[in-house]
């Protein structure tokens, strides 16, 4: 296992939509405050916060912020060999402890929901049709208890069913952990703001389109890691031998992120609860029908 050394010179962040290089990781995540700060990736599956976010979890911690991996989905389904089908569960959390110990994650940092593979939507909600807790009543508290600051949440755009479920849970829970309900779940305290990251495609278009950013330019904003950081990513992803024929594809396809000596991570910022400005609507009217109706 590689020693893990990591500084915060290692890592640029870029403002796509404003065209701005940084430093600093507040580019990245507003109001950054070292030492109060408490990222929480939602993985729908156990490695899918190392495919997509593994830079930014190093970069949070270089920048003195403590992470936290929430783990949606048991992995139930991950085997490639019929063999392995009862034990898939428990190699993949031996692999799961082993990846995230090598970008500096403590294993009590690590929290699992154990729901079943593919089967991550039905849970979205308060309570499921059979009575079992759904998300909100697993996920805030947990959140709450953590006192999270800032959420990275999976792309759900043609990516899985499971991340499409826990893109939901992130941006519907997200919000409501500073809400003043369940009060008996822990103190409410608002997320400062979150991230959408990729694991396997491209994001959706909407933002890009709303924003006025070429098509090709989805994301708009980019973590970008030194080539020799990066390096611990890939060793941390290689913990997951049990995964090597199903994300095999996908690794090979991560040259594509070089850029010089560096290694691109895209994100697009996530307004979990956007205000709706009635200012372009007044705007409207007096433009259209003057200054009186």
């Known amino acids: 296992m590689r020693e893990l050394m990591v500084r915060k010179s290692d890592f640029r962040f870029a403002d796509i939509q404003h065209r701005l290089l940084s430093e600093q990781i507040g580019l990245m995540f507003p109001a950054w405050k070292p030492g109060d700060e408490r990222v929480v990736v939602l993985s729908p599956h156990d490695d899918d ?8 979890i190093l970069a949070s911690r270089a920048f003195g912020g403590e992470v936290h991996i ?25 692999e799961t402890f082993q990846a995230y110990e090598q970008l500096g994650v403590p294993r009590d940092s690590i929290h699992r929901l154990e729901m079943d593979d ?9 309570r499921m049709p059979c009575g079992a807790d759904g998300t909100v009543a ?9 006192e999270a600051t800032r959420l990275l949440i999976p792309n759900h755009y043609r990516e899985n069913v499971d ?16 809400d003043a309900i369940m009060a008996d779940c822990g103190a409410a305290m608002p997320v400062r703001s979150a ?39 890939d060793e941390a992803l290689s913990a997951w031998k049990s995964q090597a024929q199903i994300i095999g594809a996908l690794l090979a396809a991560r040259s594509g992120r ?25 705007d409207f009217l007096r433009a259209t029908f003057g200054g009186e109706l």
């Open 49 to 56: 916060a190392v495919l997509g976010a593994g830079h930014l």
């Open 138 to 146: 697993r996920v805030l508290p947990l959140l709450r208890s953590i």
């Open 163 to 178: 991340h499409e479920a826990v893109y939901k849970s992130g941006v519907y829970e997200g919000p409501q952990v500073g």
């Open 118 to 126: 593919l089967s991550v939507l039905a849970y979205v909600g308060w």
């Open 70 to 94: 929430l783990i949606y989905s048991s992995g139930c389904l991950g085997y490639s060999r019929p063999q392995d089908k009862d034990t898939i569960v428990e190699t993949r959390k031996a």
């Open 195 to 233: 991230l959408q990251y990729s694991v396997w495609g491209e994001f959706s278009p909407e933002d890009a389109l709303v924003q006025g950013r070429a098509p090709g330019l989805r994301a708009d904003r980019l973590a970008l890691t030194r080539l020799k950081v990066a390096g611990v990513v």
């Open 258 to 282: 070089r850029f010089g000596d560096w290694v691109m991570e895209a994100y697009v910022t996530l307004d979990t609860r956007p205000p709706l400005d009635y200012s372009t609507y007044a």
